[in-house]
């Protein structure tokens, strides 16, 4: 409840110095609908059917400003908080600003550098390639390609050269990141060391043609985060897009190395299933990646759809080596460019790598910018 107010006044406080100046923009976004999930997994059955939340984009409320430095350099700032409309309790783990909080300076002749929490450059540079943004908790590419997973970092550092004839690229690193769990429905790490990661990434953006690059390596301080193992987590991807007007098609290509990273988690979970989709080590384990996608833009309406395959090369992350798969499809309708309808559903086979864990999901929603 204090928290509540907190934000609350900070807002009314914020909202007003937003009237003063043309820098300062106060922005949300609220994504509500119903849904239906159904596990079946080691002959145990699941399913849950409800209110759902943050399907086609987390909900959120932000301010974001700039301030001209002169000579082309300016101060710029974001802070960001989640929250679910369904129950109004706050996102990421209860904190106030816990999708982004930076601040940064920023210039069109040498780049973007920034402080704070925020997304690694996979999320960031892939989120225009997948048909499913990195949402649509199963349907999105995160789910195989786990760094891709709006992985937000705690205490990081993060350039980006300006772009360059469409091309521009971007290093980061996490001195500090503990909590790199995208919701409060993920298991992800907790502790008091300092795990570090770095993440790295590249895109090049020249007309309908979308290319992308991205390697994150998270360095663990203790053989007690996620698993038994003080191996490194390495995952790198590859792919891009290409718009004909009348469909775009998409495709990437990654590989995981010594564990998996973060993952997207099932909202239904059957006895024995509580640890699938949450990040966790393994010397050894290797996994290949894939995805390919098209989105079909009628009018105010658009069509989409992936298919996803992961495919493990050993059994030394999960005691068990199945290749997982996941097909999905979806569907918008735009009222304005600020509402829309949206729906979808996706299945899964063999998910987190386990044989016959199976996870499917619909849901219908509406979501609001303002």
Same mark, same amino acid.
């Given at each position: ?13 914020f909202a007003s110095a937003a ?25 145990? &059955? ?6 759902? !939340? ?10 974001? #400003? ?102 521009? /690229? ?57 698993? &038994?193992?003080?191996?490194?987590? !390495? ?16 495709? /990437? ?6 564990g998996w990273f973060v993952g ?40 989409? $759809? ?12 999960? #005691? ?9 499809? $979806? ?30 999901a619909v849901a219908v929603g ?5």
């Amino acid at each position: 409840m204090k928290k509540t107010l907190l934000a609350v006044a900070l807002l009314a406080g914020f909202a007003s110095a937003a009237q003063a100046a043309d820098s300062v923009t106060l922005y949300g976004l609220i994504d509500a609908g119903i849904g239906y999930e159904q596990v079946k997994f080691n002959g145990v &059955k699941q399913s849950r059917i409800g209110g759902v !939340q943050g399907v086609s984009s987390g909900s959120r409320f932000g301010l974001r #400003g700039t301030e001209d430095l002169g000579d082309g350099l300016r101060a710029v700032f974001t802070l960001e908080g989640g929250f679910g409309p369904m129950n109004g309790k706050s996102a990421q783990n209860g904190r106030l600003f816990g999708r982004q909080a930076t601040v940064g300076l920023d210039s069109d002749s040498w780049g973007r550098l920034e402080f704070g929490r925020q997304t690694n450059l996979a999320s960031k540079y892939f989120g225009s390639i997948d048909p499913f943004s990195i949402s649509y908790n199963t349907a999105n590419m995160g789910t195989t390609f786990g760094s891709a997973n709006t992985m937000r970092l705690d205490n990081m550092v993060l350039y980006q050269t300006p772009s360059l004839g469409g091309f521009k /690229a971007g290093v980061g690193y996490s001195f500090s990141a503990d909590d790199t769990v995208s919701d409060t429905t993920q298991t992800g790490f907790a502790t008091g060391n300092n795990n570090r990661v770095l993440t790295v990434g590249a895109q090049y953006v020249n007309g309908p043609l979308n290319l992308a690059a991205a390697y994150d390596r998270f360095d663990p301080t203790n053989d007690r985060v996620g698993g &038994k193992s003080a191996a490194r987590i !390495q995952e790198y991807i590859v792919g891009g897009s290409y718009d004909f007007e009348v469909v775009k098609l998409a495709a /990437a290509f990654g590989q995981t190395r010594d564990g998996w990273f973060v993952g997207q988690n099932m909202g239904t979970t059957p006895e024995g299933m509580n640890n699938l989709g949450s990040f966790k080590l393994a010397d050894g384990f290797r996994a290949n990646s894939y995805m390919i996608g098209a989105t079909v833009p009628l009018g105010r309406h658009a069509i989409f $759809g992936s298919w996803q395959r992961a495919t493990p090369g050993n059994d030394k992350l999960t #005691g068990d080596d199945a290749t997982f798969n996941v097909y999905s499809l $979806g569907y918008t309708y735009d009222f304005t460019k600020r509402t829309n309808l949206y729906a979808y559903a996706s299945y899964g086979d063999n998910y987190a790598f386990q044989h016959d864990a199976r996870d499917t999901a619909v849901a219908v929603g509406l979501r609001h910018r303002f």
